[in-house]
């Protein structure tokens, strides 16, 4: 060894530069080699305060240590990951491992808009041009005359984008029934009623009135009663609560055009007058086939309860002409023979054979109505008398005189339910059937 040295010094000497230099990098690499294998056996790492190998040349890739290497770096590794799979990010993780759903991060370069879960497309609808308005809702309002539903018309007019425009059905409901009979003038009055509050607010309502106050000079083209009309019209959307109360005290000494003071003086005339001499819920004057049969039933009661009173068969009949339901006249039969049942003496069964002599001989009540006036009452007899315990008497009573003074057939008082059910064996009767 000293002698390779001392050859080393003395040959160093006479080398070119050339040779020195490769001299040199044999060393280095036989110094790396060496290093290489050291790092290899031991059990630490020796790291300078640059965090580069000691001794390895700072410049050279495969000196420099890679800090995102997952690879164990103590040499003795198997080259399996970290924690079994379970560590690091983007990594499967452990075998059995249970993830639960994450929340999409927006700031995820990654994240895509398009991905995140069923896309739902919103239907948008167009908001209705005022051109296009009136050929939109005149089909819904003509089959409202027809089918008079107004949970219908509530449902079409949500399928549409009315906007700014929405009092404008309003107005145009009013002028097609103006141009229409008096039942579609009376199914306008209920719409309205029905969709204020809910569709149209007070405010929206007077909008539409006080457009079709402004329009009453080409109204009047068509039809002439346009202003007396329009007056009932907002009588009785005042009293349905659909204008507001001060409505007609905002248009006072305001007016200009003379149609509408004519329909606003009608309209105050209305409401100023007594309930007795005209009804707000009648003010068209419709027969009661489109009125609830709740409201009819009570209407005859009414009527009957007041001729008990009174006596006044004359009076009995014009109410009863001007509910102008011949179809619902059994009601009226039916109500007179429960109110005899339910009644105490004899007058009131006297008063009722003179009213439905009236009424036969008048020909207000046919016999298909009688006769299905009276086979209602037979047929909740058996209910009847559990409240009235001697319906069954009184009505066979009833019956007879009804027959004696011509007011029911001969057949109608044969079809008369007998005497109730036999009383069968009870205590002390010595087991006999009563008869």
């Not at 539409?208 to 009932?232: H, N, S």
């Not at 006769?371 to 315990?389: A, H």
């Amino acid at each position: 060894e000293l002698f390779g040295a001392n050859q080393i010094a003395e040959v160093n000497g006479n080398w070119t530069p050339q040779e020195k230099a490769l001299h040199e990098a044999r060393l280095k690499a036989k110094a790396k080699r060496r290093l290489r294998k050291s790092s290899r056996n031991s059990t630490s790492e020796s790291f300078s305060e640059s965090g580069e190998l000691s001794g390895s040349d700072p410049h050279s890739p495969k000196g420099k240590v890679n800090v995102s290497d997952r690879k164990s770096r103590t040499g003795k590794g198997r080259g399996l990951p970290k924690k079994g799979g379970a560590g690091g990010k983007g990594v499967w993780g452990a075998a059995g491992m249970v993830y639960e759903d994450e929340e999409p991060d927006l700031r995820d370069p990654n994240y895509d808009e398009s991905a995140q879960g069923d896309t739902v497309y919103a239907t948008v609808v167009p908001e209705v041009d005022e051109k296009e308005l009136e050929k939109m809702v005149n089909p819904i309002v003509q089959e409202y005359f027809e089918h008079g539903d107004t949970k219908e018309v509530q449902m079409l007019l949500k399928g549409l984008n009315l906007g700014s425009h929405k009092f404008e059905f309003s107005s145009l409901a009013v002028a097609l029934s103006l141009e229409g009979k008096a039942s579609h003038r009376e199914l306008t009055s209920r719409l309205l009623s029905d969709l204020s509050g809910k569709m149209l607010s007070q405010s929206e309502m007077a909008r539409a009135f006080d457009k079709i106050l402004k329009e009453l000079p080409d109204l009047i083209l068509d039809t002439p009663e346009a202003p007396q009309m329009l007056g009932q019209f907002v009588a009785r959307a005042i009293a349905d609560h659909v204008l507001p109360m001060s409505f007609l005290d905002f248009y006072k000494g305001k007016v200009d055009c003379e149609h509408a003071r004519v329909a606003l003086d009608r309209a105050e005339v209305l409401l100023t007058m007594k309930r007795e001499m005209v009804r707000l819920d009648n003010v068209w004057g419709v027969g009661g086939g489109l009125r609830p049969v709740k409201h009819l039933v009570k209407e005859m009661n009414l009527l009957l309860k007041e001729y008990l009173i009174s006596g006044d068969v004359s009076e009995a009949e014009h109410c009863l002409r001007d509910l102008e339901v011949p179809h619902f006249h059994h009601e009226l039969v039916y109500e007179v023979v429960v109110m005899v049942l339910e009644s105490k003496g004899d007058t009131a069964s006297h008063m009722m054979i003179k009213l439905l002599q009236s009424f036969w001989k008048t020909g207000l009540i046919t016999v298909d109505q009688m006769n299905r006036g009276f086979q209602r009452v037979y047929d909740e007899l058996p209910e009847i008398n559990l409240d009235v315990p001697h319906a069954h008497s009184i009505m066979e009573t009833f019956v007879d005189l009804c027959y004696q003074e011509a007011v029911i057939t001969k057949q109608l008082r044969d079809a008369c339910p007998a005497r109730g059910r036999k009383r069968f064996v009870s205590e002390g009767d010595g087991g006999a059937i009563k008869n």
